[in-house]
């Protein structure tokens, strides 16, 4: 059974089996929008057996939270995903933020709005220390919902991840938990 986190219009929601055909549906329809920001992806990838994979890992991936966006009233269509990658215990209480959205929803709010309420779960729920999001410099949006959210700029890391076939430089995006310092 899936855990539902609510926002002021969202549902987010930690995976499930049955969000198969929904999440490639989404993938699918934002192929080209997100081909620009993400790896080279498989032509299998936009299937719901595919998705279904992916579910299941991400379902058992202990070291991760994966967040499924949809608007209320909406359940039935994803719009977007926070990922919270890599979370690291012990000294460190860190992790690695990404997400994407649906190229329909931008420049409405609904990631800052996902994004502040992932912050609430890792802090709160995690009791992380440290979010770390990597941003390629000329996603100026992704930026944006950072700075908004009171992430700060750490520095730049050349050539840092694979991105539609192509290395790219990434700036570091970090915000810490001023309740645990």
Known sequence: MSKVYETRRLLLRTPELSFAPMVAEYYLRNRDFLAEWEPVRVEEYYTP???KKQL?????DSNALKLWISKKGEEDKVIGALAFN????????????GYNLDKDEINMGYMTEAVKKGIEIMFQDYGLHR?????????LRSLKVTKKLGFQEEG??????KINGKWEDHIHMV?????II
């Open 49 to 51: 057996e595919y998705q």
């Open 56 to 60: 299941e890992n991400q379902i058992k």
């Open 86 to 97: 890599n979370i690291v215990k012990g000294v460190f209480l860190s992790c690695f933020l």
């Open 131 to 139: 979010i770390e999001a990597s941003i390629m410099p000329r996603n």
């Open 156 to 161: 730049l890391s050349p050539q840092y991840l």
């Open 175 to 179: 915000l810490l938990n001023q309740e």
